[in-house]
């Protein structure tokens, strides 16, 4: 059976059966967690990941596929109405969004933006379903040599994208990751590294207990230190013409949707690099640039395709290379793991039926968030009148089950606290967050890796750098360094005729 009566086949499965209400009930779950302000969909995949253990496996991943959709959606709500994006995915939601709120068109904001979410995993769920074969084929070319280069280059990118301004505080962020995925026993000879002679890290240490805390309990932190916004109360106008809007931009929400599926594919970057960067594509080639970030429809059409484009694009290097392509799907990664699953360069021959699954589920998710965003807009918004206080109590709890439940040890909740306040401190000093999960998850294949290439060549490093594919992923490593050094762009510009001055603007 070809792959598209494979995706047919099992699109029609999960239709037909009780796991249809799993789809509702989960994006709707992830809607929630979403729109609320201080929750993200790596906390809410985290948290729901760790409820899943007792289910079966496919319900399980789709359950986690779902709430991953729906939080990536649902935090345009808050985004539009509170000026707050509900996920990082959605700041560039807020600036158009929200300008539409203010001058009394927050219906019409929420259906475009709906209607671009829809879109946009449409567009992100055909690349899945057109790139992860390819890219899997391709991938049973590496040997190990390629995979320790491979995950060094997701950290430099992810370490370079999510710092724009300082790329150093993401390449510290990132390989303070790696480290501390080093703690514990490694996995050849079971020997002790960075236990100081405690027992409890001799397992070293989770990985859902730190995502939850740097993740969760730092957001707890950050926005109980901040001041609450007031939500745009005026949002019953809704315009038939918002819900065909898509049709006079067409060429946006496509582009868009292309560059997000492409941003979600790079390891580490994600879906708010996603939406940054199909804004900025939008403005350069808009007839009207000066509207965008003052109340535009274009402005905010192309960041939310580009934001939940990301997600199934962020699915690609998960399923095929086992290296997550955004920090919830580093959860979602997780969670296949622990289920049994095995996802890698091997799965188009082990497991077809498991990855057209996977698409089959980003339709009935993409499917299901566009029906209730347009039939629930208002009982969707009582959800931002409850106290904030109260709901960053039941969230830190939540937090602490999260974490305990997984292996049941206090030791863990006391990870998941640490985590917590060095995620908060990251925050506020401008080191992004990102970049240490991705190390953390990356650690164990950067680890074993490198020991298997070095037995392979006998302690020899020439290998790394010598054979071709290794030679290039290692030449795009030093590249992307090279070209986040403000002196190599300084040279890069005057070498096309422009002078840079001291704040790094350019004169003719």
């Not at 980003?362 to 499917?367: E, G, I, N, P, Q």
């Not at 305990?404 to 080191?431: H, K, N, Q, W, Y």
């Amino acid at each position: 059976m070809d792959g598209v009566g494979q995706f047919f086949s099992a699109a029609f499965a999960i239709g037909a059966s009780p796991q249809v209400l799993y789809v509702f009930g989960a994006t709707f779950l992830g809607i929630v967690v979403g729109m609320i302000p201080g929750l993200t969909a790596t906390l809410g995949v985290a948290l729901v990941a760790t409820l899943t253990f007792t289910m079966a496996q496919d319900v399980a991943i789709l359950v986690l596929v779902c709430v991953y959709i729906g939080a990536i959606y649902g935090g345009s709500r808050s985004a539009i109405l509170l000026n707050i994006p509900g996920t990082p995915a959605n700041a560039a939601t807020a600036l158009d969004g929200h300008q539409l709120a203010v001058q009394g068109k927050a219906g019409d904001a929420m259906v475009i933006a709906t209607i671009g979410s829809f879109l946009g995993t449409v567009v992100g769920m055909i690349g899945l379903a057109m790139i992860a074969p390819l890219l899997a084929e391709f991938a049973l070319e590496f040997t190990s040599f390629e995979f320790f280069w491979l995950a060094i280059f997701g950290i430099v990118i992810c370490g370079q994208l999510t710092a724009m301004g300082d790329p150093l505080k993401g390449w510290i962020a990132g390989f303070f990751g790696l480290a501390v995925a080093m703690v514990g026993q490694e996995s050849i000879h079971a020997y002790s590294r960075y236990t100081y002679g405690y027992q409890d890290l001799e397992g070293g240490l989770g990985l859902l207990p730190v995502l939850v805390g740097a993740f969760g309990c730092a957001e707890v932190l950050s926005v109980m230190r901040n001041r609450a916004s007031e939500m745009v109360e005026h949002v019953a106008r809704t315009s038939r013409a918002s819900f065909f809007a898509f049709t006079k931009y067409t060429k946006t929400w496509m582009r868009s949707g292309l560059i997000g599926t492409f941003m979600g594919v790079v390891p580490g970057v994600g879906e708010d690099m996603g939406a940054w960067v199909s804004l900025a594509a939008a403005r350069r080639a808009s007839k009207t640039p000066e509207k965008i970030g003052k109340g535009s429809v274009e402005g905010l059409l192309a960041a939310e395709t580009g934001n939940n484009a990301a997600v199934p694009g962020a699915f690609v290097p998960v399923l095929t290379l086992a290296i997550p392509g955004s920090a919830p799907a580093a959860v979602l990664l997780a969670a296949m793991v622990i289920h049994g699953l095995r996802p890698g360069p091997l799965i188009m021959m082990t497991q077809p039926d498991f990855f057209y699954s996977i698409v089959a589920m980003v339709f009935w998710a993409s499917l299901a968030m566009l029906v209730l965003g347009l039939l629930m807009t208002r009982p969707l918004l009582m959800i931002l009148k409850v106290r904030r206080e109260w709901l960053m109590g039941v969230i830190f709890v939540l937090c602490v089950v999260g974490a305990f439940a997984i292996a049941s040890r206090p030791f863990d909740v006391g990870v998941m606290i640490c985590f917590g306040i060095l995620g908060f401190l990251m925050r506020e000093t401008g080191f992004p967050v990102a970049p240490m999960i991705l190390g953390v998850v990356l650690g164990p294949i950067l680890d074993s890796n490198l020991r298997r290439s070095l037995a392979l060549s006998q302690g020899d490093p020439v290998d790394f750098v010598t054979r071709p594919i290794s030679a290039i992923i290692a030449g795009l490593v030093l590249l992307s360094i090279l070209l986040a050094m403000p002196w190599v762009r300084r040279g890069l510009a005057r070498a096309h005729g422009q002078v840079f001055n001291r704040s790094g603007r350019a004169n003719p």
